[in-house]
T-cell receptor
Framework: QQQVKQSPQSLIVQKGGISIINCAYE??????FPWYQQFPGKGPALLIA?????SEKKEGRFTISFNKSAKQFSLHIMDSQPGDSATYFC????????????FGTGTRLTVIP | DTEVTQTPKHLVMGMTNKKSLKCEQH?????MYWYKQKAKKPPELMFV???????INESVPSRFSPECPNSSLLNLHLHALQPEDSALYLC?????????????FGAGTRLSVL
């Protein structure tokens, strides 16, 4: 079954707007939550990651919000740019496990000028 | 340098062919991974090597055969593939298993099976 659920499947945002992608998980053993960005024809690249001991992490225009009690986390892209148009995958893994990444289903973001 | 290099970038093969995909990293990482990614889907884990030993095989058909000749190289040998095996094959590496660490992905090999 899908260990990490992601929504929406696709997202269209105006340039300068805020893009929000949401993920939810069930396994409380997960303790590392990365977001990957993938451009067409390329492999996924780590964008930003968070551990559950903090509720928010910000790097430039990208912010992860984490709600441990709700088992949800989200990616916010501020001042979205056309160059941000890509597919975004959330993921989760367990530190003491095999370091397998459980990916969400992906969100295709399109930022229109 | 956080680069994982995969060759070839594209591969077309018939169902009776034998071919190999190659992956290389020089980051000193001791865990390496093969993923399969279909269009508009997330990567699916196939194999994990840790310290050059196969540690995870996610019930992958035997027509896919991984090999880790040394700590920097990872191969995926392909034989008698089916058209449904057409996909983007991604290699990744990370520092080690069992600790939180970043997986770095290559650009992938786009495989088409005719």
């Amino acid at each position: 079954q899908q260990q990490v659920k992601q929504s929406p499947q696709s997202l269209i945002v105006q340039k300068g707007g805020i893009s929000i992608i949401n993920c939810a998980y069930e396994n409380t053993a997960f303790d590392y939550f990365p977001w990957y960005q993938q451009f067409p024809g390329k492999g996924p690249a780590l964008l930003i990651a968070i551990r559950p001991d903090v509720s928010e992490k910000k790097e430039g225009r990208f912010t992860i919000s984490f709600n441990k009690s709700a088992k949800q986390f989200s990616l916010h892209i501020m001042d979205s740019q056309p160059g941000d148009s890509a597919t975004y995958f959330c993921a989760a893994s367990i530190e003491t496990g095999a370091n397998n990444l459980f990916f969400g289903t992906g969100t295709r973001l399109t930022v229109i000028p | 340098d956080t680069e994982v290099t995969q060759t070839p970038k594209h591969l077309v093969m018939g169902m009776t062919n034998k071919k190999s995909l190659k992956c290389e990293q020089h980051m000193g990482h001791r865990a390496m991974y093969w993923y399969k990614q279909k269009a508009k889907k997330p990567p699916e884990l196939m194999f994990v090597y840790s310290y050059e030993k196969l540690s995870i095989n996610e019930s992958v058909p035997s027509r896919f055969s991984p090999e880790c000749p040394n700590s920097s190289l990872l191969n995926l040998h392909l034989h008698a593939l089916q058209p449904e095996d057409s996909a983007l094959y991604l290699c990744a590496s990370s520092q080690d298993r069992g600790t939180i660490n970043i997986q770095y992905f290559g650009a992938g090999t786009r495989l088409s099976v005719l």
